[in-house]
Nanobody
């Protein structure tokens, strides 16, 4: 069973940066497009950024120019560099594949942006 472990979240002030990491227990990201999702309290989970197996990236409009997704196939990891963070970026961030069926969701990593 594939395990996904997210890390790198924290409490930061507006304008700060964070780098999230997602480690997969198998090389799923070599074969499938990977995505970072987030879920804010009271809201549905949404896809924030994705990267295809050809390294084509797409972003939610609200994070374009601020977030960058990348992958390291050798380490089965996907990263999300988040710059110029805003309070509305506050959420639990998860990684998974982009196309269904999803793998079991990890515990996520909390990102809180507050002054």
């Amino acid at each position: 069973q594939v395990q996904l472990v997210e890390s790198g979240g924290g409490l930061v002030q507006p304008g700060a940066s964070l780098r999230l990491s997602c480690a997969a227990s198998t090389s799923i990201f070599k074969l499938k497009a990977a995505g970072w999702y987030r879920q804010a309290p009271g809201k549905e989970r949404e896809l924030v950024a994705e990267i295809t197996t050809l390294d084509i990236t797409n972003y939610l409009d609200s994070v374009k120019g601020r977030f960058t997704i990348s992958r390291d196939n050798a380490k089965n990891t996907v990263h999300l560099q988040m710059n110029s963070l805003k309070p509305e970026d506050t959420a639990v961030y998860y990684c998974n594949v982009v196309s269904k069926p999803y793998y079991s969701w990890g515990q996520g990593t909390q990102v809180t942006v507050s002054s």
